[in-house]
């Protein structure tokens, strides 16, 4: 069974750093695209940061120069440093990831969703 794990999130002052960490588990063949998204209560899903399946990346404007993706590729890892947090990033951040997984019917390309980190960052 394919699955993103996420871990790392935590409840931070403002300026502080937090390190997000998604795991994608499973009989994964390739990543196409990978990344995270934010949620914070009342809002719509956003883009924060993502690997796109060019290899570029893309971050929301409002995290520029402070957010920085990475990843793992031999552990299927994708890694989110927040720095320099503020109160308007607190949220729900949840992995996203375009893969191409080992299914009973053979090779399948497939969008999945982790569960969800908490984010909050105090004034």
């Known amino acids: 069974q394919v699955q993103l794990v996420e871990s790392g999130g935590g409840l931070v002052q403002a300026g502080g750093s937090l390190r997000l960490s998604c795991l994608a588990s499973?009989?994964?063949?390739?990543?196409?695209?990978m990344g995270w998204y934010r949620q914070a209560p009342g809002k719509q899903r956003d883009l924060v940061a993502a690997?796109?399946?060019?290899?570029?990346?893309n971050y929301a404007d409002s995290v520029k120069g402070r957010f920085t993706i990475s990843r793992d590729s031999a552990k299927n890892t994708v890694y989110l440093q927040m720095n320099s947090l503020k109160p308007e990033d607190t949220g729900v951040y949840y992995c996203?990831?375009?893969?191409?997984?080992?299914?009973?019917?053979?090779?399948?390309?497939?969008?999945?969703w982790g569960q969800g980190t908490q984010v909050t960052v105090s004034s």
């Open positions: 996203d990831a375009d893969l191409v997984v080992l299914l009973d019917s053979g090779r399948s390309r497939r969008h999945y």
């Open positions: 499973g009989t994964i063949l390739s990543i196409t695209a």
């Open positions: 690997f796109t399946s060019s290899g570029t990346t």
